[in-house]
C-alpha cells in the first residue's frame, strides 16, 4: 500500500510559477511511475504529466502544458515533483498525484494509488 501526499498548491497570479510535490510512503517509490492529473470544477479528470520508473528518464506532458510544466523525480526523497511556470488561468483545477507499479510510463488509466489533491487558483 502506497498513501500520497500532494503540497505546493496555493494562488498565484497569471504569469506565475508553483511547484507541486507529492511525497509518497513505503520503500519502494522508485518502482512506480508516477503522473499529474488535474480536474477543475465542471470538468473531467485530465492527465497532464508522467514519468516513468526508477530513472524516471521517459516524460509526458499534456499539450496543453507542454513548455510550461516540467515532471520529476528524486527517489531519495519519495518525491516527485510538478514545476509549473508560465501559469494561466486555464491550469485552475485540485492537481493529483498518482503511482501504479510499472515498467513503462503511464498516461491515463491504470493508476493504482491517489493522492488527496492540492488546489491551484491562478487570477488573471
Known amino acids: 500500500q502506497v498513501q500520497l501526499v500532494e503540497s505546493g498548491g496555493g494562488l498565484v497570479q497569471a504569469g506565475g510559477s508553483l511547484r507541486l510535490s507529492c511525497t509518497a510512503s513505503g520503500r519502494t517509490f522508485s518502482s512506480y511511475a508516477m503522473g499529474w492529473f488535474r480536474q477543475a470544477p465542471g470538468k473531467e479528470r485530465e492527465s497532464v504529466a508522467a514519468i516513468s520508473w526508477y530513472s524516471g528518464s521517459s516524460t509526458y506532458y499534456a499539450d496543453s502544458v507542454k513548455g510550461r510544466f516540467t515532471i520529476s523525480r528524486d527517489n531519495a526523497k519519495n518525491t516527485v515533483y510538478l514545476q509549473m511556470n508560465n501559469l494561466k488561468p486555464e491550469d485552475t483545477a485540485v492537481y493529483y498525484c498518482?503511482?501504479?507499479?510499472?515498467?513503462?510510463?503511464?498516461?491515463?488509466?491504470?493508476?493504482?494509488?491517489w493522492g488527496q489533491g492540492t488546489q491551484v487558483t491562478v487570477s488573471s
Open positions: 498518482a503511482a501504479v507499479v510499472s515498467p513503462v510510463i503511464v498516461i491515463t488509466t491504470g493508476y493504482d494509488y
